[in-house]
């Protein structure tokens, strides 16, 4: 069944406005991705849950994002604390989940997002909306890899290619077709990919750089952001030993197909098709 609602996996470090270090500043916040995340939630006045349960710091991360989405212009804005599996089974949280435009994860680490709320009632209703309804899903670096059905909960970022560097569990599964990583470029995660997809060759590896995200709908998913998304499909591959070798052991993968894209190219997740933007496009949308 194709969902009516919309995916942003974002890979870390998105432009907040906020951030003095030149590396994390950019000057086009209206034009950034949380400006799309806004945008595809229905504008200003929608109402967007923000839940920090993935990181160690969850008051202040979720004070980062009220301030982040304030300077969009929004009005309608909460912050949803859980830090425990009863907090999502809260009559409370529950009924605001029912009314809120679009729901977005902040980063830190997946499994508490998934310890915390995958199976209970909360999570339910999120996959029942996203199903059925125009509800956006959005998260950043964890709040992005807990999408998947196979979530990457973990692993070593070396560049050596060992089966067992990657640790793998059961994620949130709005989108049992792809496995997604953050923090793509700066942190080196391409061996652990590699054997995400050894392990799981029928998905779609995605990459994603920091200030870098994706628009899931309707099978497709478009780039956004300044970064690139790099993706791994290993369907095809003519030499894969994963299943074969022990723990510890270096691996080796022949025919990997990969896809290095950028803002505005758009990938048919169905089709496993390719589509680049067209040379003249500008780089930031409006």
């Known amino acids: 069944m194709k969902a009516k609602g919309t995916l942003i996996p974002i890979g870390g470090n998105e432009d907040k406005g906020i951030e003095e270090h030149e590396v994390y500043h950019l000057e086009f916040i209206e034009e950034g991705i949380l400006s ?42 909460h912050v949803m604390d859980i830090r425990d599996r009863e907090q999502s089974e809260s009559t409370k949280n ?34 029942e909306r996203y199903e ?19 979530m990457i909960a973990g692993g070593s970022s070396q560049e050596s290619f060992i089966k067992g560097a990657v640790k793998m569990k059961e994620g949130m599964a709005f989108i049992p077709e792809l496995i997604i990583d953050s923090h793509f470029i700066r942190r080196g995660r391409f061996g652990r990919m590699a054997e995400a997809v050894a392990k799981y060759p029928d ?42 070798l022990d723990e510890g052991t270096p691996m080796s993968l022949t025919n990997l197909k990969t896809h290095i894209l950028a803002n505005g190219d758009r990938f048919n997740i169905k089709k496993k098709r390719v589509k680049v933007s067209p040379m003249e496009l500008p780089v930031v949308e409006r």
């Open 94 to 127: 529950i009924e605001l989940m029912k009314k809120a435009a679009c729901v977005m994860f902040s980063g830190g680490n997946q499994s508490k997002i998934t310890e915390k709320i995958s199976g209970t009632t909360l999570h339910k209703i999120m996959m």
């Open 203 to 244: 998905l779609i590896g995605v990459g994603l750089a920091e200030d870098t995200g994706l628009v899931i709908k309707n099978n497709t998913f478009k780039v956004i952001g300044s970064g690139m998304v790099i993706l791994f499909n290993a369907r095809k591959a003519k030499h894969n030993n994963h299943h074969l």
């Open 132 to 150: 059925k309804e125009k509800f956006v899903i959005a998260g950043t670096s964890a709040g992005a890899m807990c999408m998947s059905e196979e």
């Open 36 to 77: 799309r995340v806004v945008k595809e939630s229905g504008g200003k006045d929608a109402l967007i849950i923000i839940i920090p349960t993935a990181s160690s710091i969850p008051v202040e991360v979720g004070d980062n994002y009220l301030q982040a989405f304030g300077k969009l212009g929004c009005t309608n804005l």
